[in-house]
């Protein structure tokens, strides 16, 4: 807000020279300003969507559990990626009200194929990290299982490393206080951040998420022996690994011989909206 609001005093200023302020930067933070003034719109509208992408048992192919992700669908401008609005929800806080709209929709779903006896995994949810700092987050949750009387089992929460190696000491008490109430927790995007092994084994964590930057870069040996030992390191730690962002069936093969045990990824489907993935537990039972 503030950026935008110098740029433009700049433009004004400068008269003549205002093509020059018109840059890509006074643009980049006029349209923030727009998208953050879409997104107080889209709370108060519910233009807020939550898909899940299945998670599926890398032997088996059945499913197991699914991711849940948010979709901004704008009345004028379409749908908005999350690669584009979560940066600035997160800078601007919106991220908070938006992280428990997920929830409340993820858990409304789930407890709806649930008690139709179409599930009975984990919906995992992302945790931003401004969520995770708040004082009252297990409060939060609480009121939102509770609201949709879905018990704290079916849930799971995706966490990055950024989140936790903030400061690791606060962040293992604040795990150790969701991961007792059975709500099961997993590194997201493992490997992209700074990570600490020392702190990885102190984490009560239940999955590790290996990053679809290291599934991508399996056409190399390099590569291959990379993904071989994150796996390896989850196993000695007795978590479970979930590969992300699986779209071929060469990378498919190669994470069965390193014996990662869940995948998610194109490969198998993509981010269904809830009607979709409702029609996708129905095909499954059915067999
Ligand atoms: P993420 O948590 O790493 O989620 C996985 C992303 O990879 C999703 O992108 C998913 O659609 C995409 N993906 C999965 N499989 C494949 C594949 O085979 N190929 C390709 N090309 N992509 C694949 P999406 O939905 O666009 O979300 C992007 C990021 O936005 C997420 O990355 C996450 O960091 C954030 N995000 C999404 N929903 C939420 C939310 O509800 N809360 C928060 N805090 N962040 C969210
Ligand atoms: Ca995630
Ligand atoms: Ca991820
Ligand atoms: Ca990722």
Redesign the pocket.
Known sequence: LKNADTAMYHAKQKGNHYLFFNDSMNEQAVKRLQIENLMRFGLKEDHFV??Y?PKMDIRTGKLVGM?????FSTPKKGII???VF?PIAEETGQ?IE??EV?LDKACKDVKRWVDKGLFNGRVA????AK?FSLPDLTARIDIILQKNQLPSYFLEL?I?EGTVMDDPQEAISIMRSLSSRGIHLAM??FGTGYSSLAYLKQFPLNTL?V??AFIDDMGSERGRNMVDSIVTIAHNLDLHVVA????EEEQLALLKQLDCQTL????YS??LSSEEFERFLESETEH
Request: without cysteine; hydrophobic residues 30%.
């Open positions: 939550v898909y992408q991711e849940a992700l948010v979709r990626s999350p690669g979560i991220i938006i992280g997920v949810v992302n945790l931003s969520q995706e990055t997201d995007d998420k990053d679809k992300e962002g699986v779209e998610q990824g194109y490969y993509k981010p």
